[in-house]
């Protein structure tokens, strides 16, 4: 049997630059892969977000998922999200068009075309080839509902497949 990565060998990891305070629409976020890991690819990437009641907001953050298996490449790489709370949410992922695009959280990073996220692998967004100690910038959006519930932590369940 060939040798393979392993899910152990998949690291995610946030931006470089850092989530800024609610509805801050000037401050630069995304950007390069930075060295912190999100340890459990359960994270709370977008803690900061604060929902207004009375309008509907859309939010960016970004994510990089990284190989860091010494001499083997992902191939065929895929990612969707497997369920994100609070449901009442719409969820999109996109792949990143360079490692270093940045947006402010509530503007669309340029050349993204994101796929909607439904907690099954009809959302999955192609990412390519990743080869050893690579990375992939995966942008996520998230759409909030003139309604939507006030959420401080939004819990996420990213879930990259590769052949």
Do not use: C
């Amino acid at each position: 049997m060939a040798q393979q990565v392993q899910p152990s060998d998949v690291k995610v990891y946030k931006g470089a630059t850092n989530i800024p305070a609610p509805d801050d629409a000037v401050t630069s976020i995304g950007g390069a892969i930075s060295a912190t890991e999100i340890s459990d690819v359960a994270g709370n990437i977008l803690v900061e977000i604060a929902v207004n009641k009375t309008a509907a907001k859309t939010r960016y953050t970004k994510v990089f998922i990284k190989n860091t298996h010494g001499t083997l490449t992902m191939t065929d790489l895929t990612v969707y999200l497997s369920s994100a709370e609070p449901t009442d949410h719409q969820w999109e992922l996109g792949k990143a068009f360079t490692a270093s695009d940045t947006t402010t959280q509530g503007t669309a990073p340029a050349s993204v075309s994101f796929t909607a996220q439904d907690g099954t692998t009809a959302g999955r967004v192609t990412l390519g080839n990743l080869a050893p100690g690579a990375s992939v910038g995966v942008w996520l959006k998230l759409i909030l509902g003139q309604n939507a519930v006030t959420q401080v932590n939004i819990q996420w369940t990213f879930l990259p497949e590769w052949v």
